[in-house]
């Protein structure tokens, strides 16, 4: 089997990762954050050591700001909803996911707030002008992915983190595709609220992400959207605004929380840049076995980084040539991949072949790839 | 060992402050008290040493971590 589904979840994962989990479910996992027995406080102590692994790697100080979720559209409805007041203006890019469109869009609706799209698909300065062209006095936040889930777009975190961070608004970062490949430090890039999730390109299991929010960020004016027990101030309603405990109510997913621990020392151990020198190399190595061939369009074949690849066919729709692929062993993801303004925004017409890679594909199983989608168009 | 619980409102902070505690080479232990000890209900404690108690809470504040009463242990 060639696994090219990456994207959407990294396959395999790492024996530390699964033996970690393991470890932690036959050895301790008590309710972490409920009681003081071993069990409770080993779980709590596991979690713990997370969040300052995931500080740590992300760049900033406070492993408390560190807010577990179950995936990235959990962080981002938790980031998004926590900022968003009525009259509030957001700019996001037509190259979100739903896990970005659909809060702002829904909170516009429910709040009274606004939003503007603009361009991710063109050139840096033409992204950065045309943020800043619709920044206006009520403008909250960026909202915007960091790596396209759909295409080989890397946005300038860095220099759209300084343009917030001169206008005095909040950046908040989709990382679901960057996480673990690109470089990221919240402080240098100027990220409010960094989103995250564990099973993607930090290699741990499903169930688990994450909301980091800078050093410096105000919780007293941000707002919890997730209501209920966290073991403390249990005689108030209110939930507080303390992180991590006062966004993090019910009980969390200790093993998954821990398996994204593993799996974020696996990439450090690695090396995240030779990941992402791995993941753009076969990137690149596919789009040159596949750019010349009559009846495959490869869209933006002229990038650099990426970790997939966004292919159309003659003959054959996107869709029917992953279940082609499925049946010969070859894991893709077709259709419009939860980003439709991204595929509008590049023409696929609406359906559209990705594959999409990790620390563990190889060219071997490339060329493999070729060879097998070669004879499904012929 | 006359002990004192210096009340923390959440287990993470308590954990965090434990930790940093140790390396300033106090020990204490994380403890639940009783409900009915603390303001809110269900919070946390580091039990510790009577004579540490001063010390302790001055690494608390200048590490910026918050803390509620200290109470008998």
């Known amino acids: ?378 | 060992m006359d002990v004192r619980v210096i009340t923390i409102a959440s287990q993470t902070a308590a954990i965090k402050a434990q930790r940093m505690l140790r390396k300033n080479g106090i020990r204490c232990r994380i403890v639940r008290p009783s409900p009915r000890q603390t303001p809110h209900g269900c919070g946390w404690g580091l039990q510790l040493d009577v004579y540490s108690v001063n010390a302790a809470i001055d690494f608390l504040e200048a590490a910026d971590i918050p803390f509620g009463d200290v109470i008998i242990g």
Do not use: W
Request: hydrophobic share 40%; aromatic share 8%; charged share 20%.
């Open chain 1, 1 to 378: 089997m060639i696994y090219f589904d990456n994207a959407a979840t990294t396959f395999p994962k790492p024996a530390a990762v699964i033996r970690e989990m393991t470890k932690c479910m036959r050895e301790y996992c008590g309710n972490p954050g409920r009681s003081s027995h071993k069990l409770a406080l080993a779980s709590a102590e596991a979690i713990y050591d997370v969040r300052c692994e995931v500080a740590d790697f992300f760049g900033i100080s406070k492993p408390e700001n560190v807010i577990f979720t179950q995936n990235t559209t959990q962080a981002l409805n938790l980031a998004i909803a926590g900022i968003a007041c009525r009259g509030d203006h957001f700019i996001i890019s037509n190259l979100e996911h739903n896990s970005v469109l659909r809060p702002v869009a829904s909170l516009c609706a429910l709040r009274g707030m606004t939003y503007d799209t603009v361009d991710a698909t063109a050139e840096d300065a033409d992204l950065l002008q045309e943020i800043e062209r619709h920044i206006r006095p009520e403008t909250r936040a960026v909202v915007m992915t960091h790596a396209s889930n759909i295409c080989p777009r890397i946005l300038p975190v860095r220099e759209i983190g300084a343009l917030c961070k001169r206008y005095g608004i909040l950046y908040v970062v989709d990382a679901a595709q960057s996480a673990g490949i690109y470089d990221i430090h919240m402080v240098r890039d100027g990220i409010s609220v960094l989103c995250a999730p564990g099973h993607k390109g930090l290699y741990g299991p499903q169930g688990s992400g994450f909301a980091a929010f800078a050093d410096d960020f105000d919780f007293e004016r941000f707002r919890c959207s997730l209501f209920g027990g966290n073991g403390k101030n249990s005689n108030d309603t209110d939930m507080g605004h303390e992180p991590p405990d006062s966004y993090e109510a019910g009980t969390v997913a200790t093993p998954c929380i821990v398996g994204l621990g593993a799996g974020l020392r696996y990439v450090k151990a690695a090396g995240r840049d030779k990941i992402e020198r791995h993941e753009s190399s076969l990137m690149q190595y596919g789009r040159d076995l596949l750019k010349d061939h009559k009846k495959v369009t490869v869209y933006l074949p002229k990038a650099q980084r990426g970790s997939l690849l966004l292919l159309g066919f003659d003959g054959i729709s996107p869709s029917e040539a992953a279940e082609k692929l499925g049946d010969a062993g070859v894991c893709t993801r077709a259709g419009l991949h939860c980003a439709p303004t991204a595929h509008k925004a590049l023409h696929t017409g609406g359906d559209a072949l990705r594959v999409s890679f990790s620390a563990f594909n190889t060219p071997e199983e490339m060329e493999k790839f070729v060879l097998i989608l070669d004879k499904i168009l012929s």
